[in-house]
């Protein structure tokens, strides 16, 4: 694999990981992110830091973004000391947050005219699938920008999948993170309902893990609700912002989405509690609190 110089901006709980999976690769990596703590794991295994986005295009053959929201991407690529600024003609831009699609194709009208290339590749796979490199990456845009970066996006995915042009990425993430929120729906509600009724939730576990209720999120989740351990793999507010672009988008193209309406309500809950920065396995705790008690198994 060719090495490349890679500018990567933002090493949150998702960047990090999937920078340092880039150093183990080989790429030389210049990061910048807007809590410099947050990037020291990074820099302590040889990365080199900027102090702005611009900083860290300017000698970059391919900048990779991965912030919180759309008005931070549009910060970082598009604002005073953004990459516009700086990135040389024929520059790579991958955008690996979860954002808005239209917003998305905005951003890269206006990249073009700079004849800088915006790529949207979205991620799924939590903390966990990008620290052992195997996310999910959704790509929209050209297929031949994304052939040029598919080694790069190797080293951080195991399924690096073309979904169409330009905002295409952005798109299949929301449709990801619909089904995903059903699923923590589920097991939040199956698991209540167990608990309620006085099963042993460890046996409980074992048996659905294993048959036709088996899922990723009740494999990884289902044994830290039963630990008590709300630490997030991915949190209550990033989940909160997923559905409300979710729902943006779902109303401009007119598709009800009655079942995200309703758990969009419930996450609201616990960010309503101070407890956004939990995991979302946290809503396990909603759906208890809406009965009266701990058990209430018929005698």
Known sequence: MTQQNIAFIGTGIMGAPMALNLLKAGHSLIVHSRTSSKAQPVIDAGAAWADTPADAARDAEVVITCVTDTPNVEAVLLGPNGVIESARPDT?????????????????????????????????????????????IMVGGPADALERVRPILMAMGKTITHCGPLGAGQTTKLA???????????VAEGLAFAERAGLDLQTTLDATV??????????????????????????????????????????????????????????????????????????????????????????
């Open 92 to 136: 790579i831009c991958i955008d690996m947050s979860t954002i808005s699609p239209d917003a998305t194709r905005q951003m890269g009208r206006r990249l073009a005219e700079k004849r800088i290339m915006l790529l949207d590749a979205p991620v799924s796979g939590g903390q966990i699938g990008a620290t052992e490199a195997r996310l999910s």
């Open 176 to 186: 990801n993170q619909i089904m995903v929120v059903h699923t923590i729906m589920s």
């Open 210 to 299: 294993a048959g036709a209720a088996g899922s990723n999120s009740l494999k990884v989740l289902g044994p830290r609700i039963l630990a008590g351990d709300m630490k997030p793999t991915f949190m209550v507010d990033l989940q909160l912002k997923d559905l409300r672009l979710v729902l943006e988008y779902a109303k401009q193209i007119r598709q009800p989405l009655p079942g995200v309406a309703l758990i969009n309500e419930l996450f609201s809950v616990l960010h309503a509690q101070g407890r956004g920065k939990d995991g979302t396995q946290a809503l396990v705790d909603v759906i208890r609190r809406l009965g009266p008690g701990p058990h209430a198994a018929p005698q």
